[in-house]
C-alpha cells in the first residue's frame, strides 16, 4: 500500500525567506502523481503544485517549486519569498487510482 | 469559474440520528470523491463515483452509503451517527477518473458535529 511521510510537524520561517517542506512517499507503481495541498484556517482544501512521475523536470507555480527525487521516492515543496497568507497547513499528496493518499501535515507559521 | 458545492456547510446532529451530505460537482465532472477530515488528522478518503456507479472504495463505514445521481450529484447519507464521525467532510470532482490530467477539485467541505 502507498503512504506518504511528512516528518515536519510544525515549522516556521521569517516573512520574504524561503523554506523547504519535507515529504517522502512508498509506492511500487511507476506512473503516479504528487501534489502538495494547502488548507488554511478556512479549512478549504487548495491545490498548491502537482508533480506527475514520468515528467522530470520539477514542477513550479510562481513561488512554489518542488525537488522530486523519484529513485529517492522524495518530494520536498520550497517556498520562496514567503508571504503572511502562506500560514496554513501543507499536506503532501499521492494519487493512486481514484484516491487521494495524505501526508499528515506540516503547520507552517509565518514570522513578521 | 464554477466550482464544487457542498451543502449544508454545517451539521449539527445528536447520537443515533442520520445526516445526507449532498455535493453539486464542478458542471460536465462525471466523477465525485468523498473524504473525512476529522480533527487535526489529514483526510481519509470514503468512497468514488464515476458515471453513477461506486468506482472505489475505502475506510467508508458501514453505516455511510452513497450514490451519484443522474445529473451527477452525489448524496453521502450517515446513519447511527456516533461521536466519532464529528469530522469535515469534503467532496471533490474530476472529469474522468484517475489519470492523466483528470484533477480533482475540492468543494469547502461540510462541518458535521455529533453530539
Known amino acids: 500500500a502507498q503512504t506518504v511521510t511528512q516528518s515536519q510537524p510544525e515549522m516556521s520561517v521569517q516573512e520574504a525567506e524561503t523554506v523547504t517542506l519535507s515529504c517522502t512517499y512508498d509506492?511500487?507503481?511507476?506512473?503516479?502523481?504528487l501534489f502538495w495541498y494547502k488548507q488554511p484556517p478556512s479549512r478549504q482544501m487548495i491545490l498548491v503544485i502537482r508533480?506527475?512521475?514520468?515528467?522530470?523536470q520539477n514542477a513550479t507555480e510562481n513561488r512554489f517549486s518542488v525537488n522530486f527525487q523519484k529513485a529517492a521516492k522524495s518530494f520536498s515543496l520550497k517556498i520562496s519569498d514567503s508571504q503572511l497568507g502562506d500560514a496554513a497547513m501543507y499536506f503532501c499528496?499521492?494519487?493512486?487510482?481514484?484516491?487521494?493518499?495524505f501526508g499528515k501535515g506540516t503547520r507552517l507559521h509565518i514570522l513578521p | 469559474a464554477a466550482g464544487v458545492i457542498q451543502s449544508p456547510r454545517h451539521l449539527i446532529k445528536e447520537k443515533r440520528e442520520t445526516a445526507t451530505l449532498k455535493c453539486y460537482p464542478i458542471?460536465?465532472?462525471?466523477?465525485v470523491y468523498w473524504y473525512q477530515q476529522g480533527p487535526g488528522q489529514d483526510p481519509q478518503f470514503l468512497i468514488s463515483?464515476?458515471?453513477?456507479?461506486?468506482?472505489d472504495k475505502g475506510s467508508i463505514p458501514d453505516r455511510f452509503s452513497a450514490q451519484q445521481f443522474s445529473d451527477y450529484h452525489s448524496e453521502l447519507n450517515m446513519s447511527s451517527l456516533e461521536l466519532g464521525d464529528s469530522a469535515l467532510y469534503f467532496c471533490?470532482?474530476?472529469?474522468?477518473?484517475?489519470?492523466?490530467?483528470?484533477?480533482?477539485?475540492f468543494g469547502p467541505g461540510t462541518r458535521l458535529t455529533v453530539t
Open positions: 471533490a470532482s474530476s472529469l474522468g477518473r484517475g489519470g492523466r490530467g483528470n484533477e480533482q477539485y
Open positions: 509506492t511500487s507503481e511507476s506512473d503516479y502523481y
Open positions: 508533480q506527475e512521475a514520468y515528467k522530470q
Open positions: 499528496a499521492y494519487r493512486s487510482g481514484d484516491k487521494i493518499i
Open positions: 458542471p460536465r465532472h462525471d466523477t
Open positions: 463515483f464515476y458515471e453513477k456507479m461506486q468506482s
